[in-house]
């Protein structure tokens, strides 16, 4: 399906954000081992990726390794970033092919090497294509992004010298928005977590503050186009008031 066409009643959302998880519970429940359940993962976002395409949705980010995720076991981290390698090698062409465009958010300075050479190249050799934008958020955490907007901002006040308070009073909030790493990107329209959490676990916190959450049980691995569809559905059912009244 060509891009900007959509398989919704009232259209695809147009910004879909992601906690995928459930990878861990869904290998235990087959005694099998942590990485064979990211490995599982990994193929669900490959699908994922490509339907949303397809169903025009224009951003889709994924929170595949927040802050927290460093304390994880090391042969489980380098699993993690061995599967990231493994995906841009598979699925780089598929990536063209499709006119996605990968991007990443959060701090990925740390990740092992092979794994930043890859994703650089994902993202270099995506950087022409003008689809919908695929953005991984990587040694993420929205604190931190938050505070290192604080910060950039306090430097530009600082640099700019003259009337320091009256430039910090005239400070919007797209001023603000403008130095967080979805800079440019518009908020999630839709937020979906997997495997039953509730929680939004440090990702996007500024940015969906008028998203509407889905919440499935599914395991991230289970996760299919179909039940995508119905999380869309589910928020295509919502009214969206952005806190006025209807
Ligand atoms: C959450 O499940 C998942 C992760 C922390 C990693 C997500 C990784 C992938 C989907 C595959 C790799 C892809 C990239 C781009 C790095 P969990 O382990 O917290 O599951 P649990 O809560 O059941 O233990």
């Known amino acids: 399906m060509a891009q900007g066409s959509s398989p919704y009643t009232k259209g695809a959302p147009r910004h ?3 906690v995928m998880d459930g990878n861990g519970r869904w290998a235990e429940r087959r005694g099998k081992l942590r990485l064979s359940g990211h490995n599982a993962g990994m193929n669900a976002m490959t699908e994922i990726v490509r339907h949303a395409s397809d169903s025009g949705v ?19 981290v380098s699993g993690i970033f061995g599967l990231l390698v493994k995906f841009v090698e ?3 062409r598929e990536l063209v092919d499709n006119d996605v465009v990968v991007s990443v958010i ?11 050479a890859a994703l650089e190249r994902t993202i270099a050799d995506t950087s022409a294509c003008t689809g919908m ?50 800079s440019g990107v518009p908020d ?21 503050a008028y998203s509407e959450f889905v919440f499935t049980d599914v395991l991230w691995p289970d996760f299919t186009p179909a039940e ?19």
């Not at 990587?138 to 430039?167: E, F, H, P, T």
């Not at 928020?235 to 969206?240: A, K, L, P, S």
């Open 16 to 18: 879909v954000a992601i």
């Open 58 to 76: 224009e951003y889709l980010t994924v929170y595949a390794f927040s802050t927290e995720n460093w304390k994880r076991s090391e042969d489980e």
């Open 90 to 92: 598979l699925k780089l």
């Open 106 to 116: 959060g701090d990925y300075s740390s990740i092992p090497k092979d794994a930043k």
């Open 133 to 182: 934008r695929f953005i991984i958020a990587l040694g993420y955490g929205s604190r931190a992004d938050i505070l290192n907007a604080a910060r950039k901002l306090a430097l530009d006040v600082v640099d700019s010298g003259g009337d320091a308070a009256a430039r910090l009073a005239r400070l919007t909030e797209s001023d603000f928005a403008a130095k967080l790493s979805t």
């Open 188 to 208: 999630p329209d839709l937020v979906i977590r997997t495997s039953g959490e509730k929680r939004l676990s440090n990702f996007l916190l500024w940015e969906s």
């Open 228 to 246: 995508f569809d119905r999380c869309v559905a589910e928020y295509n059912g919502r009214e969206r008031r952005y806190g006025g009244r209807g």
